[in-house]
């Protein structure tokens, strides 16, 4: 799964034939990779409809775990940008119910964070070595919102110690958590902590979703060995 067609377009690629299924204003696409039938899908950008596409994903196509793959901002000073980085927890950042006596981030029945599973996260770390790529790990903070305001990521630091940003995870999170599905989330970081840009955007997210895609498929590969 991916916010965006760019971000599952390579991994569509990899595929000779797929089928295609129009459903809840969305499209899916569904396959087979080895032992395993995939559903791929991108869910267009912000927590809404990362949540609906999520949700579909388990209960329509009946998924026992969701890898998520795409692009985030950096905030924390060791990243720079193309590096990877897999979530251990998420967060949603721009949640304020504080005027009630909660922590930011929390919503009543809820918590601030929720982990992914340690069991893909642990896969991630070997696929990595295989494939030569330095993994990072940490908290990913989930908004509605692009986040330019260096005063913004730096109080988005200090609360939740985050240390990249982005507008799906912590829903998909949720969606999953509730649901009791495995899941894990893989970001390849757009922009750093500093502001700088460095390369062209569309460039990148074409270069790193390639780079996501063969991680992902690697890891879908050895899923159950």
Known sequence: MGAMREEIDPILENFESYKTFEYAGNVFYTCTYGAHELVIAYSKIGKVFSAITASVMI????AQALLFSGVAGGISKELKIGDLIMASALCQHDVDITAFGHPYGFIPEGSVMIETDSDLRSLAAEVAVDMDIELYEGIIATGDQF?????????????????????????????????????????????????EAGVDFDTFLQSSAQVSAKFILEMVKRIGD
């Open 147 to 195: 986040v330019a305001s260096s005063e913004r990521k730096e109080w988005i630091e200090k609360t939740f110690n985050a240390d990249a940003l982005e507008m799906e995870g912590a829903s998909v999170a949720c969606v999953c958590h509730n649901f009791g599905i495995p899941f894990f989330v893989l970001r390849a970081i757009s922009d750093s902590a500093d502001g």
């Open 59 to 62: 209960e329509r196509f009946g």
